[in-house]
């Protein structure tokens, strides 16, 4: 390193905080001297905040001015990796250093002393007297509640009072219990052995192996039931052997626990869990392990990305595809985008797997800067399901329903058989617009541009977009009539009632994100399926991830065509890996399985690709086109959002943008826009973009600086920039 590494006593150092200040602040080192990169408690105004060393101080100000560190806190330093990655990131996503900081630091407690703390655990017995209030205490213990919560988190997740709490700890119902000091992660056994794997899998395993050690990427390709598991943890071991720790992100918290038990069985124990639904205790654990290298494997969500590994050796993404990686609130980055980076500075392997990759992973291996290793087949004897279209020009259809008399048949042969079927509509809720008969209107959201969906189980009104709900009325709120609002179209709740209308005697499981209040409830209900406990199963997108129902032979899309209207340049790609994840489900035991897509356009080249099975050809195409077109990955783009309470200065700020647009001319690049958005408001505020779109080598984030620096923000207007955006909200 050639920086210095240590200050003794005295010595002018910057010190990088998560306040909002922008750069970092000059102070004297603490009484003993402290390292580059430790983790330091410093005086800001009257406040003391939380920071860490970042370099020298500039010697801008008399070391007389200056105030000193007031105490290293207990925790290893930064390493130079973390921080080199923080700092191209941000600069990368045009996210400032200290909110680069605080998605490295967002573990509450983290700075308290070990073991001070009073946990939260489940007791023995219930209480005499059983509320509303103490059933949810109860509930979240009972869901995520194996290390234990700290009294305001346990409070606050159950929605509950801290009194509640202490009452039910008091009738015996609540064990308190001291924090252990952080304890370190039980051993995994790399040297354990594995499933024998078949000849495709062990080739590819060996491949893996074959790069893993230093920086690269492999994109693993293998269709849904090959087995990409299998052999990722085959990199996974080769990483522990080396004494390294290794990630695995995963893009739904649902898919955890699965993961968890085969990870278990793969290596004797489990790993650390990183994600929402783990406690805080739990969290700071993990965070510090991570940092002493008393964790080997981590699972985790897109955040896991900014924990303090102390030697990275090997990221997974899996299901790379997955929308879900692209954080799209506060700082916008695309996670599985930035594991190659960060991995890049830890000099790590990552393994990006996917059966239906990403068009830019997809391109990234064809131009050979990933690396590609393909499992063309299931596992074992498993098939994958035949994919048909079902014309629905040709189909009789009664009014206000949406099962083919082509798919009921279907359905009825299966679970005749004994088998399970699947009908996946990709809507939440009973109908997605409520209309009025009397005068057309159709009921939207308060605050946004969006209709309000009915969720007839929920008795209400709800805004998909910021979560605001209503009572359903029985009159217009336009016209005030009353009794003649109506339903317009399917979500999944509706289709069950068609469901149990036409299969009176089939068991019916609905997932629905929404229907399950906890993880946990989510869990139980996929799991109850996968024994059996359902004959028919309807589901939104949720059941396109990853799981494994072995009784599943049918796979009925309801509307295929839903994806391919809209005029995102993912529309056809999105579409494309949706229905063969969701197809994917079907068959993945012994008996095979069949997927049939309802659809008004079988002639869609999508639709045709989709069925036609020649997954290379459709990337081709789309590649082909998306390169006439300059639009990535052969082109960059970057969203600028405005947002604020009235849309007016929004406009005049985005016109001016677009007339000023020197800084980007220089580069080559491109301004559309100002136009509203594609959701024009939400949550009261509205919103106007302009797209940027440049070259894949032009220098983007500094042009985009220097232009958007032109223009002066009122109060209240907000301008956020999307690097690479994903969806056009
Ligand atoms: P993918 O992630 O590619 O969809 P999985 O890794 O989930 O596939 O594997 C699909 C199923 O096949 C799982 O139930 C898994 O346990 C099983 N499986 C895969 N490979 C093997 C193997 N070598 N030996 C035994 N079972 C395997
Ligand atoms: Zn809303």
Same mark, same amino acid.
């Given at each position: ?14 010190? &990088? ?7 970092? &602040? ?85 700075? %308290? ?74 051993? &995994? ?6 499933? +024998? ?137 695309? +996670? ?159 289709? +069950? ?226 690097? %690479? ?5």
């Amino acid at each position: 390193m050639s920086a210095q590494s240590w200050f003794d006593e005295g010595a002018r150092l910057s010190v &990088l905080t998560a306040e909002p200040i922008g750069r970092p &602040l000059d102070y004297l080192a603490p009484e003993g001297g402290c390292f580059l990169g430790a983790f330091v408690e410093v005086p800001l105004g009257p406040r003391k905040v939380m920071g860490v060393v970042w370099g020298a101080g500039d010697g801008r100000f008399e070391a007389a001015r200056l105030r000193s560190v007031y105490r290293v806190l207990d925790v290893p330093p930064m390493s130079e990796e973390l921080r080199a990655f923080l700092i191209r990131m941000g600069e990368y996503t045009m996210t400032s250093l200290p909110a680069m900081l605080r998605l490295a630091t967002r573990t509450p407690g983290l700075f %308290d002393a070990p073991g001070a703390r009073k946990v939260f655990r489940l007791g023995e017995t219930l209480p005499d007297r059983m509320t509303d209030a103490r059933e949810r205490v109860l509930e979240v213990l009972r869901d995520h509640g194996g290390a234990g919560f700290y009294l305001g988190e346990l409070a606050q997740a159950a929605g509950v009072t801290t009194q509640v709490v202490k009452g039910l700890a008091k009738a015996g119902a609540l064990i308190e219990a001291e924090v252990p000091r952080d304890a370190p992660y039980p051993r &995994l056994d790399p040297l354990r052995a594995g499933k +024998a794997l078949s000849d495709d899998q062990a080739q590819a395993a060996a491949a893996l192996r074959e790069s893993g050690g230093r920086f690269g990427t492999v994109l693993l390709k293998g269709v849904t039931g090959s087995g990409k598991t299998e052999v990722y943890l085959e990199a996974v071991a080769e990483c522990l052997k080396r004494g390294r720790q290794a990630l695995v992100l995963l893009p739904e918290i649902a898919l955890t626990s699965e993961f968890l038990a085969r990870v278990e069985e793969r290596f004797g124990a489990r790993p650390g869990e990183w994600h929402s639904g783990a406690t805080q205790s739990e969290r700071r654990r993990l965070w510090k392990m991570a940092a002493l290298g008393e964790v080997q494997l981590v699972v985790g969500a897109r955040s896991a990305l900014f924990l303090p590994f102390r030697d990275l050796g090997l990221i997974v993404v899996d299901e790379e595809h997955d929308t879900s990686y692209k954080q799209e609130e506060g700082a916008l980055y695309s +996670a599985r985008d930035m594991a190659v980076l960060r991995a890049s500075y830890a000099d790590a392997q990552v393994v990006l797997a996917s059966a239906t990759p990403s068009l830019e992973s997809w391109v990234n291996a064809e131009t050979g800067k990933y690396k590609r290793v393909d499992l063309a087949a299931r596992f074992g004897a498993s098939q994958l399901p035949d994919m048909r279209a079902i014309d629905m020009r040709d189909e009789r259809i009664e009014n206000v329903h949406w099962i083919s008399p082509s798919l009921v048949g279907a359905v009825l042969d299966r679970i005749s058989k004994g088998e399970q079927a699947m009908l996946f509509l990709n809507r939440r809720g009973y109908a997605p617009v409520t209309i009025c008969r009397a005068c057309g209107h159709q009921i939207g959201c308060d605050h946004c541009d969006a209709r309000m969906v009915e969720h007839r189980f929920l008795k209400r009104l709800v805004c998909h977009q910021c979560g605001e709900t209503k009572p359903i009325p029985t009159a217009c709120p336009s016209c005030n009539v009353e009794g003649r609002l109506a339903p317009v179209g399917p979500g999944v709740e509706r289709l +069950a009632e068609e469901v149990a209308e036409r299969f009176p005697d089939a068991r019916v499981a609905v997932l629905s994100s929404d229907l399950f209040t906890t993880a946990r409830a989510l869990k139980d209900a996929i799991e109850t399926i996968a024994q059996g406990g359902a004959d028919i199963i309807i589901g939104t997108q949720i059941v396109a991830k990853g799981h494994n129902f072995p009784k599943l032979t049918l796979v009925g899309v309801i509307d295929a065509d839903l994806g391919l209207q809209g005029s995102d340049l993912r529309a056809a790609e999105r579409t494309f890996q949706l229905m063969r994840q969701v197809a994917g489900r079907a068959g993945r035991a012994e008996k095979p399985g069949v997927a049939l897509l309802q659809t008004y356009q079988p002639e869609h080249p999508v639709i045709r690709a989709i069925l036609g099975g020649d997954e290379e050809a459709f990337w081709r195409a789309e590649a082909a086109q998306r390169e006439a077109q300059g639009v990535p990955p052969y082109g960059r783009m970057a969203g600028i959002i405005l947002s604020g309470p009235e849309v007016q200065p929004l406009f005049e700020i985005g016109n001016d943008l677009a007339r000023r647009t020197g800084p980007l001319q220089q580069i080559g690049a491109q301004v559309f826009g100002p136009a509203p958005a594609p959701i024009a408001r939400v949550r009261g505020r509205h919103r106007v973009r302009l797209l940027v779109k440049a070259d894949k080598s032009a220098p983007l984030q500094r042009a985009l600086k220097a232009w958007v620096r032109q223009v002066k923000l009122p109060n209240q207007v907000r301008l956020q920039i999307d690097i %690479d955006p994903q969806s056009f909200l």
